[in-house]
């Protein structure tokens, strides 16, 4: 079967993989400049202009590795999103800056504690198996 599942999906936050790691999303855009001109027949034009990228990161509460000693709001930290543990299958953001971090505790149902944390790019990313991405290697702990 050829279809992707997140099952192998990985979070690496400045060199720490996250332990528990529930979900992770992303979405890489361009702004655009759009205009018509005498030239364009009443239809219009669009160049691509800068590239950015947002996501969030969700998991649970791991005493020994707490999500808070990693990344705070504000950090400026190193991101890496495996979609799978294959070699080379990963978003690489040398710089992202976490803009907040969130934490869930609920008394009355009892469920284990939830965490996310909401992130935007700074400066330059890589896609998966772009040519010019940096050589990761996936930590095994």
Do not use: H
């Not at 998991?59 to 999500?67: H, L, N, P, T, V």
């Not at 869930?104 to 009892?110: A, F």
Request: hydrophobic fraction near 35%.
């Amino acid at each position: 079967m050829t279809a992707r599942t997140g099952k192998n999906g990985k979070c690496v936050i400045a060199g720490t993989l996250t332990k528990r790691l529930t979900k992770w999303s992303l979405t890489a855009e361009v702004d655009e400049s759009v205009w018509a001109d005498s030239d364009s027949a009443g239809y219009a034009n669009a160049l691509g202009g800068r590239r950015r990228a947002t996501g969030s990161i969700e998991g649970k509460f791991e005493s020994d590795r707490e999500q808070y000693d990693i990344m705070r709001e504000g950090d400026e930290v190193k991101l890496v999103l495996w979609q799978s543990t294959t070699a080379g299958d990963y978003w690489q953001f040398p710089t992202v800056l976490i803009k907040n971090f969130e934490i869930e505790l609920d008394q009355d149902t009892q469920e284990v504690v939830g965490w996310s944390a909401e992130w935007g790019s700074s400066g330059i990313f890589y896609a998966p198996g772009q040519a010019s991405a940096p050589a990761e290697t996936l930590p095994t702990s």
